[in-house]
């Protein structure tokens, strides 16, 4: 009887540990912890408790954007990921914050699924000219970059990979990997070899151990 009420309690708490924080910010912040944790089931769990427990619009966007974030990029699962920024994106008249993710979860649709790069370009375009995302910035830029590049828009990729080199706080690691993008796309798109050496030359001296990567770049120039 003991060893039965114990497994009830072990159940018990285990449940209650899984079920939805009491109001939306807290739903919010539990799911964002959840993210860090890597626990996306989660994660989704507790943001779909937040559409629920919206007051406004812009929460109830946000809490589908940040569902429509983890089933794009975590779960993989675009065909849900489209349904919940769709639904975020329906949301006329809100602050910028309720839409980025979705935008940015729309976009990683439309490039995995039928590698649509330049639907995905016209979307990330749109997240990029959101006021007040700063944070968001780089990835979205390092994405549009990559839009950009496989939609033929080459001379746009260069000039987004050049923004986001110039932005504040960027990570080394991702101005670098901006770099060699850069190069890359001058040197097999453009055909603009000492532009590409420029960016190479900045990517390693951001990132000594692209080094590598980059001299197999410099030997299959022409």
Known sequence: MRSILAITLVISISVGSALAADTYQASLKAGDEMMGQQ???GALAEYTAAVGQ???????AL???KKAYVLAFKEKNYAAAKEQAEKALAITDVQPIGHVSAL???AECQMKVGEDYASAATTLKKAAALEGVDWAQPEIHMALGEACRFSAQFDE????????????NVSVGMKA????NKGTTHQYSLKQNAAARNAYAEAVALKPDLQGLVDGHLARMQ
């Open 104 to 106: 940015q979860a729309l």
């Open 39 to 41: 626990n996306y089931a």
């Open 63 to 65: 809490a589908y954007s």
């Open 54 to 60: 919206a007051a406004t619009d812009t929460e109830t």
């Open 157 to 168: 990729a260069v000039r987004v990979y050049g923004e986001l080199i110039e932005m504040p």
């Open 177 to 180: 990997t901006a770099y060699l």
